[in-house]
């Protein structure tokens, strides 16, 4: 019978609130190590947590966005625990009352739409952070009680490649949400994967869950290694361990860490230093009325309105600052089709050429404006305007001292174009005569000759049309 993997996921994602859960220190991140810490995210006897108001909101926008239910009362608790890394011996989460459940997020795979169920989304406090050096391992406590939301899925996931898309659709939301920059080279989102495998109509087996997982790729190949690693221990008449492992990436292989806890070896009990939260609707009516677009919604209102094509309005939507920017041209230059393909075409080849992230961008639009505006209006040709886009990325220049100091500007004159294209004709007889035999092709040769001497600057219609009439003689 045919093995199935049954795969639900646990994402952390760090809110970008300026401020942490339970106190005033700042969430920003680096800086020294222990800089960042203040006696309550310290866990200091006697010190008393107050919440932070906007942590609640982003959760509410959160859940909202992903059809969640909203628990209108719901209250934290204490999560114990011993770690060098947690300084109360304990960290402060929701299990008995998270503030979403029962939501879905719909995906999209090459073969159908698929609802991924959310069974809930918890607010909590991040621990913070081993260093692990040549003269031992040093606590940072910067990050303690960065605010956390975890979201944790049903187990409908069946491959990597849902796994993927599922994380790449949640990061999209986050980030149009604006509640998370999802760096995950800082740590900004990570994932558990809770994942085990059965024959065909079976119930699922037992689980293990793989930790801390800050890569999409890495999560991938981590799926498909523990899909392969447990199939082949049952098909060897093993069985599989309840266990945490850790993954090293340089290996692609996982180790086992410790054995699986269940929320009682957690002793989970009510948070006493904090008072219930209480939600009412008017909250929750606000924070519905002010979500903001979301980044597959804007895909369709791309293609639909702008007649852009899927590719692009995929490329548009990678990142907040990318849409942003996208429709900042559209709007200002009248013409988002061009717009779409300078952003989706020159800006992310020049990105991808220097490693740029997409939240790295920045760039003057009205720069951009410019250029759209020179190469519709016919001032230049489409390879004058790659370079001076291409100048304007790297070294900001100003587009329109940038053409005239490189005498970009269209020739559109018909006697510069005869000289040039008799000029090419005169130094390339052969070719003359090889076209003028049938052979075609060769004309994209002429043409470029004729170009070039003609500084790129040529009008590529004009030049088009001068050149075959001087070839078939007219």
């Given at each position: 019978m045919k093995w199935e993997t049954v795969i639900g996921l646990e994402v952390h994602a760090e809110l970008s609130t300026r401020s942490k859960i339970f106190c005033s220190c700042t969430t920003s991140y680096g800086g020294e190590p222990n800089t960042h810490v203040c006696p309550v995210c310290a866990g200091m006897p006697g010190t008393l947590p107050v919440l932070n108001s906007k942590v609640v909101e982003y959760a509410l926008r959160l859940g909202l966005a992903l059809n969640c239910l909203i628990t209108q009362q719901c209250k934290?608790?204490?999560?114990?625990?011993?770690?060098?890394?947690?300084?109360?011996?304990?960290?402060?989460?929701?299990?008995?009352m998270p503030i979403c459940r029962d939501g879905y997020l719909e995906i999209e795979t090459e073969n159908n739409k698929k609802k991924i169920g959310i069974r809930e989304i918890h607010m909590e406090e991040d621990a913070g952070k081993l260093n692990h050096g040549s003269k031992g391992s040093f606590m940072d406590f910067n990050r303690c009680g960065v605010p956390l939301l975890e979201i944790v899925s049903h187990p409908d996931l069946s491959s990597a490649g849902e796994v993927i898309v599922y994380l790449e659709k949640l990061r999209e939301t986050l980030l149009f949400l604006d509640i998370c920059d999802c760096k995950m080279q800082e740590g900004s989102?990570?994932?558990?994967?809770?994942?085990?495998?059965?024959?065909?109509g079976e119930k699922p087996g037992i689980r293990t869950e793989t930790k801390n997982m800050n890569s999409f790729k890495a999560i991938a190949r981590a799926v498909e290694y523990e899909t392969e690693r447990q199939i082949e221990i049952?098909?060897?008449?093993?069985?599989?361990?309840?266990?945490?492992?850790r993954w090293d990436d340089e290996k692609s292989t996982s180790s086992g860490m410790r054995s699986k806890e269940n929320a009682q070896d957690y002793r989970y009990f009510p948070e006493p230093d904090l008072l219930p939260i209480n939600i009412d609707d008017g909250w929750i009516s606000r924070v519905k009325n002010n979500l903001p677009e979301l980044a597959y919604q804007k895909r369709g209102r791309y293609m639909r309105d702008y007649k852009i094509s899927a590719d692009e309005a995929y490329v548009l939507t990678c990142h907040k600052n990318i849409s942003s920017l996208f429709e900042t041209l559209a709007q200002k230059s009248g013409q988002p089709v061009e717009s779409a393909h300078l952003i989706s075409c020159e800006i992310m080849r020049h990105m991808n050429n220097v490693n740029m992230l997409p939240e790295d961008l920045s760039i003057?639009?009205?720069?951009?404006?410019t250029l759209i505006s020179f190469v519709t209006s016919g001032k230049i040709n489409r390879a004058s305007f790659k370079e001076t886009v291409e100048a304007v990325f790297k070294n900001n220049?100003?587009?329109?001292?940038?053409?005239?100091?490189k005498g970009l500007i269209m020739i559109s004159d018909d006697?510069?174009?005869?000289k040039a294209a008799e000029k090419v004709m005169a130094a390339n007889e052969d070719s003359v005569t090889e076209y003028r035999s049938g052979k075609e092709k060769i004309f994209?040769?002429?043409?470029?000759?004729?170009?070039?001497?003609?500084?790129?600057?040529?009008n590529p219609e004009l030049v088009k049309r001068i050149l075959q009439d001087k070839l078939n003689g007219l």
């Open positions: 934290f608790d204490r999560k114990n625990y011993f770690y060098p890394d947690l300084p109360k011996a304990y960290q402060v989460s929701q299990l008995y989102i990570r994932a558990d994967i809770n994942l085990s495998v059965r024959r065909s049952l098909e060897d008449g093993g069985t599989i361990i309840q266990e945490t492992r003057e639009a009205d720069k951009l404006v220049a100003d587009p329109e001292s940038y053409i005239a100091e006697n510069a174009i005869i994209g040769f002429l043409m470029g000759m004729v170009m070039k001497e003609l500084g790129k600057s040529g």
